[in-house]
């Protein structure tokens, strides 16, 4: 079966301090994957998305980076993190259902609190 | 960029009663998607829609696309606690390259109270 995993599940991180998320698929290979963020009041914002390994698209100018290092893997990173940073963060792979159509399905999501 | 308006932005309502939740946009999609969210969790896709006028049925949730392809609409008969949650449209647009763009609403967050 096709699974999505992300983790931590919840974060608490001081202001310039490093971050390394992570997201796994299984059950798939090639998929396309996103990085979102959610924050309070403001919908669900795409951060980057791979088409494949190395391939990476930023649609945000921001102070977050990601890397997919393996075809099921995808890590969004922070070298310093900033207040701003703080959000919920999922992980995404586009998938055909069972309608036919290509929708997301989503990870559980990572709370980030930055401090 | 493609904007999608969602109204109302909270709603809280009894449980039995009838509610409708609406996506808006000025754009055009080529498909529309609605999403469940609950606290904690990643969204869950419920339903596409990709034909203008389209009607969608889903047990007591029923997914109306428009005419125009611009904006949709999601009724929910006789509600229970178990719709609690935020539900958020996505539309999707070509951006080219072979490639697809979906953008989200800041969802409707939904309350049925026992």
């Known amino acids: 079966s096709q699974t999505i995993h992300q983790w931590p599940a919840t974060l608490v991180q001081p202001v310039g301090s490093p971050l390394s998320l992570e997201c796994t698929v299984e059950?798939?290979?090639?998929?396309?994957l996103y990085w979102y963020r959610q924050a309070a009041g403001r919908g669900l914002q795409l951060l980057f998305y791979?088409?494949?390994?190395?391939?990476i698209s930023s649609e945000v100018p921001q102070n977050l980076s990601a890397s997919r290092p393996q075809d099921r893997q995808f890590i969004l990173s922070s070298k310093k993190l900033l207040l701003s940073d703080s959000g919920f963060y999922l992980c995404?792979?586009?998938?055909?259902?069972?309608?036919?159509?290509?929708?997301?399905?989503f990870g559980s999501g990572t709370r980030l609190t930055v401090v | 960029t493609q904007l999608l308006e969602q109204s109302p932005q909270f709603l809280s309502i009894q449980e039995g009663e009838n509610l409708t939740v609406y996506c808006n946009s000025s754009?055009?999609?080529?498909?529309l998607q609605w999403y469940r969210q609950e606290p904690g969790e990643g969204p869950v896709l419920l339903v596409t829609v990709v034909t203008g006028g389209e009607v969608k049925k889903l047990k007591r949730l029923t997914f109306q696309f428009g005419d125009a392809r611009k904006d949709s609409s999601l009724h929910i008969t006789a509600a229970q606690p178990g719709d609690t949650g935020l539900y958020l449209c996505?539309?999707?647009?070509?951006?080219?390259?072979?490639?697809?763009?979906?953008?989200f609403g800041k969802g409707t967050k939904l309350s049925v109270i026992p």
């Open positions: 059950g798939t290979s090639n998929p396309n």
């Open positions: 791979s088409v494949g390994i190395g391939q």
């Open positions: 995404a792979w586009s998938v055909l259902s069972g309608q036919g159509y290509y929708g997301y399905t």
């Open positions: 996505a539309g999707r647009t070509y951006s080219g390259a072979g490639s697809y763009q979906l953008t």
């Open positions: 754009s055009v999609f080529s498909s």
